[in-house]
């Protein structure tokens, strides 16, 4: 099985900063990558696909990037809706793996 | 809009069953893969089988193979999972999503299932 290792597993910032979080899987994905936010006691909602794909919907200020093993997550401005887990997952072969995730919390 | 609707879930004790469901709605549901996905308490997501479209592919996670069975009803745009033998480390809020090459874009709200005695 693919393993994905995010990073941090949290972080503290405030309203406005940009935010980047990691994602390593381990061995080449391709682009097979997508990212998730989920609050509190909701589903999980897809943001990103194909690891640059904006899911329809989804502010532009959520961005990633990367191809092969390592992927990041940028939020560019952070808002106060994005206070948030977000978690990672390669749908490169089967099983899809999902990353440990990162809670971003208020500093 | 898409709509998915899980239930079933419930208090089951070690080696009970258990059988969820997913009623969808809001899309061609034959169109789409289906997975469920669980997640234990305070704990990551966690895949745990996929459906395709015409049921000639099947798959689980190694944690499940074996105890739980997957099934769809296209004509009645529901998904199932049937979970025997439940042990403790099954209790988490179970999902289901669509699901293709590049992720599950669309959940349901979750369904809880708690394995205790």
């Known amino acids: 099985d693919i393993q994905m290792t995010q990073s941090p597993s949290s972080l503290s910032a405030s309203v406005g900063d940009r935010v980047t979080i990691t994602c390593r899987a381990s061995?080449?994905?391709?682009?097979?990558l997508n990212w998730y936010q989920q609050k509190p006691g909701k589903a999980p909602k897809l943001l990103i696909y194909a690891a640059s794909s904006l899911q329809s919907g989804v502010p532009s200020r959520f961005s990633g990037s990367g191809s092969g093993t390592d992927f990041t997550l940028t939020i560019s401005s952070l808002q106060p809706e994005d206070f948030a887990t977000y978690c990672c997952?390669?749908?490169?072969?089967?099983?899809?793996?999902f990353g440990g995730g990162t809670k971003v919390e208020i500093k | 809009q898409v709509q998915l609707v899980e239930s079933g879930g419930g208090l089951v004790k070690p080696g009970g069953s258990l059988r969820l469901s997913c009623a969808a709605s809001?899309?061609?549901?034959?169109?789409?893969?289906m997975s469920w996905i669980r997640q234990a308490p305070g704990k990551g997501l966690e895949w745990v089988s996929y459906i395709s479209t015409s049921y000639s592919t099947i798959y689980y996670a190694d944690s499940v193979r074996g105890r739980f069975t997957i099934s769809r009803d296209n004509a009645k745009n529901s998904l199932s999972l049937q979970m025997y033998s439940l042990r403790a480390e099954d209790t988490a809020v179970y999902y289901c999503?669509?699901?293709?090459?590049?992720?599950?874009?669309?959940w349901g709200q979750g369904t809880l299932v708690s394995v205790s005695s």
């Open positions: 999503a669509t699901t293709n090459n590049w992720g599950f874009d669309y």
């Open positions: 809001g899309f061609t549901f034959s169109d789409y893969y």
């Open positions: 997952q390669q749908s490169y072969s089967t099983p899809p793996t």
């Open positions: 061995q080449s994905i391709s682009n097979y």
